[in-house]
């Protein structure tokens, strides 16, 4: 059965400092306080949908384009996810769920409209602690989500207790509060290549790997050479003979005279020579 907007206004522990205190219920695992009891914190009725409650954006997130980091978000700032980018998203509430209940994350409508998906998960019996979401903009521009601002929504069904509890050992994040460490098993690093060491091998393989857009961004590549050379054949061969004759007669004749000028400078200083030997001859038989 799934529970309803009156069910869980009477389930849901709304009052601030009895939620607090019921945080440690779970942790020590005295069911027999919770009963069928359901955390949520914080509670804000306008999230409470006819059978539904909106989950939102909490105080930090991860992008998978640096999935080793992530990032802390304040109070009105927001993140901008980029087309084909997926981010785990903290929620704001804390959620605790008794030994007979289960719930449900969808994505919401409004949502999926804009070209983003959710990846759907589920909230086990007895689970306490944060969630982390995984939403992906599949649409061609930018989106932003602002913290607190509603982005999944969860529904709760009623089961038959659970024979087992959820416990930290068997569940690494249960009682999360961040995001924490995340193991990315099935995912392969892929290092960044130098501006200079990029090939067309390199182009190659991301059109393989990835498709539509990279086969325009190749295709531009290609493009653009074609340009180049075209130019280079119309513009620049043309006149590339005449350009360089040109510059090599002008350098042939400005040796040409530094040559010319330095076999003067010679014979000048050879003809001075040799006129004041002649004068010291002339002066030597008239005396």
């Known amino acids: 059965m799934v529970l309803s907007d009156g069910d869980l206004r009477k389930r849901v522990i709304q009052e601030p400092q009895e939620a607090n205190e019921a945080k440690l219920w779970w942790e020590k695992g005295q069911w027999d306080k919770i009963g069928n009891r359901i955390l949520i ?3 804000k009725t306008t999230f409470l949908g006819n059978c539904t409650y909106d989950l939102s954006v909490g105080e930090e997130y991860r992008s998978l384009r640096d999935p080793r980091n992530s990032k ?3 109070e009105r700032e927001k993140i901008c996810i980029g087309p084909g980018e ?3 998203i903290l ?3 804390y959620i605790s769920l008794p030994k007979n209940v289960v719930g449900i994350i969808v994505p919401r409508a409004r949502w999926i409209f804009e070209g983003t998906s959710i990846c759907a998960t589920r909230i086990d019996p007895t689970w306490y602690g944060k969630l982390v ?5 599949h ?4 989106v932003e989500l602002y913290r607190q601002e509603a982005f999944c929504t969860a529904y709760f069904m009623e089961t038959r207790d659970v024979e087992v509890a959820l416990s930290k050992e068997r569940v690494l994040f249960l009682g999360r509060t961040s995001i924490g460490k995340i193991d990315f098993s099935h995912a392969l690093e892929q290092k960044l290549l130098a501006t200079e060491k990029v090939d067309r091998e390199d182009i190659e393989k991301v059109v ?4 539509w857009p990279w086969d325009v961004v190749r295709g531009m590549f290609v493009l653009t050479l074609k340009e180049v050379i075209d130019y280079v054949e119309k513009e620049v061969a043309p006149t590339i003979v005449q350009d360089a004759t040109a510059a090599a007669i002008e350098k042939a004749y400005e040796n040409q005279q530094k040559w010319f000028k330095i076999l003067v400078t010679g014979l000048l200083s050879i003809f001075g020579a040799l006129l004041v030997v002649a004068g010291y001859i002339i002066i030597r038989l008239v005396n």
């Open 72 to 74: 802390p978000l304040k």
């Open 86 to 88: 997926s981010v785990l």
């Open 133 to 137: 979401i995984g939403f992906t903009n």
């Open 91 to 93: 929620t704001e509430e």
């Open 208 to 211: 393989d790997l990835y498709g």
């Open 41 to 43: 914190d914080p509670f």
């Open 139 to 142: 649409a061609k521009n930018p």
